[in-house]
């Protein structure tokens, strides 16, 4: 392996915990010479990332590392999650000018993106799990997901769809209780990046199951305790069937814990919401809300009349009683 110091010569002190967590250190010194615009987020990350939250970034890069093996390929990695940062910024603009996202197919957004290797393998996947530690909103939700860990136990059959980058399954082996974890996505690549993570993690892999299909063919007759839906609803073109083939195939006294992008761009984004209310109104005509987190992307605290703001949004669903 190589020097943790070497991807800039030598190790600054951008925060406060510069040698107790070295390679966050070193990786946010790259970036901050490697790309001016994210200075904005250091400073976010200064003002809001307490010990556990650089804890947990120094974790993950530190995965990242060891599923890359050279230090060419992690700079690789770390140059990935640039072009999935600028190309976020590039298509926000575009959105807050044309009041759409550039995709509005699944077919289209399955085909130019989930299929393809050269999107997925080149930047998509290594920018995706970066941005778990390296956007503030991001590693603020993983905090949140990983307190969740009450909610199963031995017995508890869990599903994460879609994987994506494998974050989700990754906390889950980590921190929860279960006797069985499907991890679903329609990429390939994405299986494949999921079980990499997984396997360099060392952690034990005996009851965890990858697989690669369209959520829609999961099967109706398997009931899970918990599932969990990070960044589904605004990747589809009808998030309502989405929501009633969860409802299906959650348990009666199941939880669900969903994230979502509010106004916020992406290359596969397709169902815009462009607020808060949206998403609670689509959600409780299928559930019961019973937690939530928001995070506006300015770091600002969250108020009712935010409208057109990038915003994401985390909560705790459960089924509806009936009346």
Avoid at 85 to 96: F, G, I, M
Avoid at 218 to 224: E, F, L, Q, R
Wanted: one cysteine or more; a negative charge.
């Amino acid at each position: 392996m190589y020097r943790v110091g070497s991807l800039n010569g030598h190790i600054m002190t951008p925060y406060k915990y510069p040698e107790k967590y070295p390679v966050t250190n070193t990786v946010i010194n790259y970036m901050r010479k490697k790309y001016f615009l994210y200075q904005n987020t250091y400073n976010v990350i200064l003002d809001s990332y307490s010990d556990r939250h650089f804890a947990f970034c120094e974790e993950i890069l530190e995965l990242l590392r060891q599923k890359c093996k050279t230090e060419e390929k992690f700079i690789d990695s770390l140059d990935a999650f640039i072009k999935f940062s600028h190309e976020y910024l590039l298509l926000q603009s575009k959105l807050e000018k044309e009041g759409k996202y550039v995709c509005s197919s699944f077919g289209e957004v399955n085909d130019k993106v989930y299929q393809e290797e050269t999107v997925m393998e080149n930047y998509y996947l290594d920018g995706m799990l970066l941005s778990q530690a390296l956007w503030p909103n991001h590693c603020k939700m993983c905090q949140y997901f990983i307190g969740l860990n009450y909610l199963t136990g031995p017995s508890s059959c869990i599903l994460d769809v879609p994987s994506g980058a494998g974050i989700y399954t990754y906390l889950t082996v980590k921190h929860f209780k279960f006797k069985g974890l499907l991890s679903v996505d329609i990429s390939p690549y994405a299986r494949m990046y999921t079980e990499n993570i997984l396997k360099n993690s060392g952690m034990d892999m005996g009851n965890v199951f990858l697989e690669t299909a369209d959520f829609s063919v999961v099967d109706n007759g398997k009931k899970y305790d918990l599932i969990i839906c990070g960044e589904l609803l605004e990747h589809v073109e009808n998030p309502s069937s989405i929501l009633d083939k969860l409802n299906t195939i959650l348990k009666e006294d199941g939880t669900i814990f969903l994230t979502t992008a509010v106004y916020a761009a992406a290359i596969d984004h397709i169902y815009l919401f462009n607020n808060v209310d949206e998403v609670r109104h689509m959600l409780s005509d299928v559930f019961h809300v019973s937690k939530e987190l928001i995070l506006p992307l300015s770091g600002r605290v969250y108020k009712p009349d935010m409208h057109k703001v990038p915003i994401n949004y985390a909560c705790l669903l459960k089924k509806r009683v009936p009346s």
